[in-house]
Nanobody, 125 residues
Framework: QVQLVESGGGLVQAGGSLRPSCVAS?????????MAWFRQAPGKERVFVAG????????YYADSVKGRFTISRDYTTNTVYLQMNSLKPEDTAAYYC?????????????????WGQGTQVTVSS
């Protein structure tokens, strides 16, 4: 059993920054998992934001956040981070952490069997 717990969301003005984090616990396979962040705005589908492979050497992003968001992972604390800069009101959503043992570049939510409960990010204009 893998548990993922997000924190670090909040309310910020447009142009500001936030750094949500996600701690993995339970079955300790963090080092072998691909990790990702998805987001879901009210009334919309959950969409991919950023992903990082098991080694941490490869990361990939949705076009809407490229150049503004950075995903990273810390193997000593089993934590994945999402540094979000230059935030826009359209970034407002619940942000979810996900984990998967599948290889490759994973951008679909069905490729991730493990999910956190989400953390809310609200960007005011």
């Amino acid at each position: 059993q893998v548990q993922l717990v997000e924190s670090g969301g909040g309310l910020v003005q447009a142009g500001g920054s936030l750094r949500p984090s996600c701690v993995a616990s339970g079955r300790t396979i963090f080092s072998g998992d691909a990790m990702a962040w998805f987001r879901q705005a009210p009334g919309k589908e959950r969409v991919f934001v950023a992903g990082i492979n098991w080694s941490g050497h490869s990361s990939y992003y949705a076009d809407s956040v490229k150049g503004r968001f950075t995903i990273s992972r810390d193997y000593t604390t089993n934590t994945v981070y999402l540094q979000m800069n230059s935030l826009k009101p359209e970034d407002t959503a619940a942000y979810y952490c996900a984990a998967s043992t599948r290889p490759g570049t994973l951008k679909n939510d069905y490729e991730y069997p493990h999910w956190g409960q989400g953390t809310q990010v609200t960007v005011s204009s």
